[in-house]
């Protein structure tokens, strides 16, 4: 399969109209690159609150609500993109309201065949705690699709491994992003890299990038697209399977083929992924040694 990170720039939307044909080009682009899976980023759907106005925009709470309001209507855009050009859809995702006593960070996954699933963030990092206010959850899910088993760890969540091990069954594990810095953007790199070599499987990360100084939430982005697996049997001896130019608006594309996966988890000169449980024995048996 052919798999397409975005690195997205958000717009100030001036009308339902832009939004459809942006998000209709980026589609269509990718799908005529041949792309079988397309990944937006984390906060994707932020420019969705110009759509009220520079002021609901660029107020943190109000402009949760109005993402939410318009949430349904951008579901099915990219319900209808999925179907028309025959490709499997991460959307951006978007913090939304009335799910549960505080938003949630929540991105929507679509299939060719009409199916829409989503994914909630599981670990909120401190700016989105306070003063943003945006909370866990549902928990992790894994989707059997027609291109493997996927699991979506949103940003911060991939840079925990206990997460990433209870996807462990999944062949793709899908990462949008978006980070202010570019140390930002290496933490949550650096962590994908690492949840491939652990599953030894694949996984493919998307970026916000650009200025939104109409939001005080993603003013600033830094950021690539990269798919990436671990360095080891029937994949680069670097695990990067491709890495697009960093805050270069884009797809950067990936082939992959799900035999590569099964062959490194059954052949692979380390088996990262079989030995997990022997760490619970070996970490318990830590003592204290004192050296003067």
């Not at 110009?50 to 002021?55: C, I, K, N, P, S």
């Amino acid at each position: 399969m052919k798999i397409a990170t975005a690195a997205y720039p958000l717009d100030a939307l001036h009308s339902w109209a832009q939004y459809e044909d942006k998000l209709s080009h980026w589609v269509a682009e990718a799908a005529g690159q041949g792309a079988d899976l397309l990944v937006f980023p984390e906060y994707g759907a932020m420019e969705l609150a110009t759509l009220d106005g520079a002021e609901v925009a660029g107020d943190l709470h109000r402009s949760v609500q109005a993402i939410t309001a318009h949430m349904e209507a951008a579901n099915q855009l990219h319900r209808r993109l999925a179907r028309d050009h025959g490709v499997h859809i991460l959307g951006g995702s978007a913090p939304l309201a009335g799910l549960q006593d505080m938003p949630v960070n929540r991105a929507h996954f679509f299939t060719p065949g009409g199916a829409m699933a989503h994914q909630d963030k599981q670990i909120m990092t401190p700016w989105e705690r306070d003063p943003w206010g945006i909370a866990p959850g549902a928990p992790l899910q894994l989707f059997e699709t027609a291109l493997g088993k996927i699991g979506i760890l949103i940003c911060y969540d991939s840079e925990f491994p206990l997460l990433a091990r209870a996807l462990a069954e999944a062949d793709l594990i899908l990462v949008p992003s978006c980070t202010e810095t570019l140390r930002g953007y290496w933490r949550v790199r650096i962590g994908a890299m690492a949840r491939a070599l652990e599953g030894q499987c694949v996984t493919a990360m998307a970026s916000l990038v650009g200025a939104a100084d109409w939001s005080e939430a993603v003013d600033v982005s830094t950021g690539a697209g990269g798919v990436f697996g671990p360095p080891d049997t029937g994949f680069p001896e670097t695990g990067v399977l491709a890495a697009g130019t960093l805050n270069a608006p884009g797809w950067t594309y990936a082939e992959i083929d799900l035999a590569d996966i099964s062959r490194v988890r059954r052949d692979g000169a380390v088996r990262n992924r079989s030995h997990w449980e022997e760490q619970a024995a070996r970490a318990g048996s830590v003592t204290n040694v004192m050296l003067q």
